[in-house]
């Protein structure tokens, strides 16, 4: 493994331009030795094989033993704020980010209060630029009577008007963490036919669950989690969400897949107006894992069985799913030992993710190659995002360098989250981000006798943008 520039960085950050010779790049059709430079924040040239000479106004970065990719792009991460700066903050949460080597973070509107308007958009946005240190983005939240303020933050369906720093509207048809609802069909349909951009979903039908929750109330075995919210709960809205895309002519996200049957259903029919993700620890972990793990792997929508594992990975490397995301949901380690079914639904994941997936790979599961096309390029697709999630000459110069050929057990203590936890905790992985470089800027890296958790090279608000969409 080569020996990084975490000391000093911070100085010779030079104005977002820096060259990484020697790495084992990883490009959209193969993999390649060879060098990288970033010129004021963008991919300048690619050099198959090397010999870029430095020069000095760049950093350089000796990337010898290690692989070179684009900076993953989490489409789905709750950053608590405002309201809950004990679980996360914009800032805690793009630290963590960035430790993890993503690069770019679509946080969630479900705070206290709900992200429902421009004006909590707006200030969300203003505390990014302020405290963040990676690329951000944010959904506006859905409720049955904000369409005008939808409106405002994306457009309508005849005049689509996007906003920097808003990715989409996400609607929550099953209750979860928070107070947003919207499951009654009228004002679904009023949503679906009056908003701009896309519309991501939490598909999990409300009557259902409600219908269902007697029979569960009085159980305190985690078991019961994922039988109440079953397959049949999360099909029913997944249906329901798709058939008012395809009426309405609307682009839909479906959120965190997590049972086969959705999967199976949605590989022959969801067309071209319909994408979907999957989350690492539902690729990772079945009941028998929940059952010993317990409330730590507790989430909404669950984890569901082995068979559902093996299928949302057949479909995630046939195409029907479209790319990979977190639910970073922290919750504190208190409320998690309160047990089932009080404890909050919700886990971290965002600085894991990358270093889990390059586990799989390594393991045979999928290939490098795959794991970028799901965690960088996918997202990128996904929501139309310009010059990211590839290493192409000209696209932004957010990159990661992982060191593939030394695993770590990672602990608790490793974490940048304010949870201060992980479900991953005592699991060897492979993948570890040695350096995370957003707009040609350094934001985190380890070295060589460091710690697992690293240290940041960057000051609060100094790197990442809005994002464009």
């Known amino acids: 493994m080569a020996a990084l520039p975490v000391e000093g960085a911070r100085e010779q950050m030079s104005g977002g331009s820096m060259l990484i010779r020697g790495a084992e790049i990883v490009l959209p059709d193969r993999i390649v030795s060879g060098d990288l430079r970033v010129v004021a924040g963008k991919i300048e040239s690619i050099a198959i094989g090397g010999g870029l000479v430095p020069n000095g106004d760049e950093m350089l970065v000796e990337g010898e033993g290690l692989h070179l990719m684009p900076g993953a792009i989490d489409p789905q991460v709750h950053f608590r704020e405002p309201g809950n700066p004990e679980k996360e903050t914009i800032g805690s949460g793009s630290r963590a ?27 969300k946005i203003d505390s990014a630029a302020a405290t963040a240190v990676t690329n951000y983005g944010f959904f506006i939240g859905a409720t049955p009577n904000n369409v005008a303020d939808l409106q405002d933050a994306v457009g309508t369906a005849e005049a689509p008007s996007p906003t920097d720093g808003i990715c989409g509207i996400k609607v929550f048809m099953g209750s979860s963490t928070g107070d947003l609802l919207v499951h009654q069909q009228e004002h679904l349909e009023n949503i679906f036919a009056n908003t701009g951009g896309i519309i991501a979903v ?69 067309g071209d107006l319909v994408t979907t993700e999957v989350c690492p620890q539902h690729l990772t972990f079945d009941q028998d894992d929940v059952e010993k793990i317990g409330t730590r792997l507790q989430m909404n929508p669950p984890i569901h069985y082995t068979e559902d594992r093996d299928t949302l990975w057949r479909r995630l490397k046939d195409g029907t799913i479209d790319c990979i995301a977190t639910d ?33 790979a390594l393991d045979g599961k999928c290939s490098i190659s795959d794991v970028t096309r799901w965690m960088c390029e996918g997202p990128a697709r996904v929501y139309g995002m310009k010059n990211k999630g590839r290493l192409e000459e000209g696209f932004d110069g957010d990159l990661v360098l992982v060191d593939l050929e030394n695993s770590h057990t990672i602990q608790d203590a490793d974490t940048w989250t304010n949870v201060g936890w992980t479900p991953l905790a005592g699991m060897e992985l492979t993948g570890f981000p040695q350096l995370t470089v957003v707009g040609g800027i ?3 890296g380890r070295g ?13 608000g100094e790197a990442g943008i809005a994002l464009k969409f």
């Open 202 to 270: 939490h598909a999990e039908d409300e009557d259902r669950l409600n219908a269902r929750w007697p029979e569960f109330q009085d159980r305190t075995d985690i078991a019961a989690h994922a039988e109440w919210r079953d397959h049949e709960c999360a099909l029913l809205a997944t249906k329901r969400a798709t058939k008012l895309a395809k009426d309405h002519g609307h682009k839909l996200h479906v959120l965190h897949l997590t049972t086969g049957v959705e999967a199976d259903w949605l590989a022959q029919n969801k």
């Open 97 to 123: 980010a960035a430790a993890g080597g993503v690069t770019s973070f679509f946080d969630m509107p479900n705070n206290n209060p709900a992200a429902t308007s421009l004006a909590a958009m707006q200030a």
């Open 328 to 360: 970073h949901a922290p919750h504190t380690l208190e409320n998690k030992a309160l047990g089932f079914p009080t404890a909050h639904s919700g886990m971290p994941g965002v600085e894991t993710s990358l270093p889990l997936m390059l586990t799989h």
């Open 442 to 444: 350094p934001v985190h």
């Open 448 to 460: 060589i006798g460091g710690s697992l958790r690293g240290e940041p090279l960057c000051e609060a």
